[in-house]
């Protein structure tokens, strides 16, 4: 295959879709790089890197191993209180790796839906299960299922030259990953069908416009921004911020009265810690007109 040589040609055929890159641009040797690293700060944020810099932070199955295990890892940490989740280098994930996706295609249907349910499924579930806040910290291009696990996040901070699409529709696929589970709840079901049916490239003002993300910024900002948002919800009292987690996304799939259930056991919980007593108790005081 001839070699790309323009580098707007060969962004735009990296970029087709989650699960399709031309090889020809891959680095020869990136063996001894881990595909995703996991640190965690003093404050107790938790840095989750997709880190193929070379494919763009296409994802194989080692990836994806390391994705799932990365974020059991966080969960367990009882120094984690806030997750965020980024790409190394110049994008946030092209979706899928063109030499992982060929194999998946020789497979018979069974074993191409077994695949994703053993694998790439367990990244959305791993996520649903995390009873801690994650912020995803869009650096550059996210495409297809690189969108979608952008979308599998609580919170979404995106740089100003990042670019997002669903690329499915382009090689007469659909999202085999939840993404059309996620996209429409933040949306909307008209405009996630619009941006599933064309696969049309969304800039970060209008992904803000539209709720796709929380919040877009400077290039320059987006790790300062996204921080700064992490620490404060790391201040927060940490009991607090996990029960509202899982009540706004059990609130979507429950009744009314099912949910006010809930919610009063979350609150009897809560009133019994320390953290809600202090708090009550430094507010008397400023309400005296303590310090």
Avoid at 277 to 288: I, L, P
């Amino acid at each position: 295959m001839e070699e790309c040589r323009d580098p707007t040609i060969k962004l735009t055929i990296v970029m087709l879709s989650c699960y399709f890159r031309d090889h020809s641009c891959r680095s020869p040797d990136m063996s001894d790089q881990p595909p995703v690293s996991l640190d965690v700060d003093a404050d107790g944020i938790a840095t989750l890197t997709l880190n193929r810099p070379e494919l763009l932070n296409a994802f194989d199955l080692k990836m994806i191993e390391a994705w799932r295990a990365a974020l059991e890892s966080a969960e367990t940490d009882e120094r984690v209180k806030v997750v965020v989740v980024t790409g190394a280098g110049r994008a946030f994930c092209a979706g899928g790796d063109f030499e992982e996706m060929a194999k998946f295609s020789e497979l018979n249907s069974l074993e191409r839906k077994n695949f994703l349910y053993r694998n790439v499924h367990r990244i959305p579930l791993a996520l649903e299960r995390m009873d801690k806040p994650v912020i995803a910290a869009i650096n550059g291009a996210a495409r297809g299922a690189g969108l979608d696990m952008a979308l599998m996040c609580d919170l979404r901070i995106m740089a100003q030259s990042a670019t997002l699409a669903e690329t499915y529709i382009n090689i007469g696929l659909i999202a085999g990953d939840a993404g059309s589970w996620f996209l429409p709840r933040l949306i909307g079901t008209a405009r996630a069908l619009e941006l599933f049916w064309t696969g049309r490239v969304v800039g970060a003002e209008e992904a803000e416009r539209i709720g796709l993300v929380n919040r877009s910024v400077a290039d320059a900002d987006l790790l300062k921004v996204t921080y700064e948002l992490a620490r404060t919800i790391a201040s927060k009292p940490q009991q607090a911020v996990r029960f509202f987690r899982r009540a706004v996304y059990q609130s979507q799939t429950m009744a009314l009265n099912a949910h006010l259930d809930m919610v009063s056991s979350h609150m009897a919980v809560l009133e019994d810690l320390p953290e809600h007593r202090a708090g009550v108790a430094a507010f008397r005081q400023r309400a005296r007109g303590g310090n």
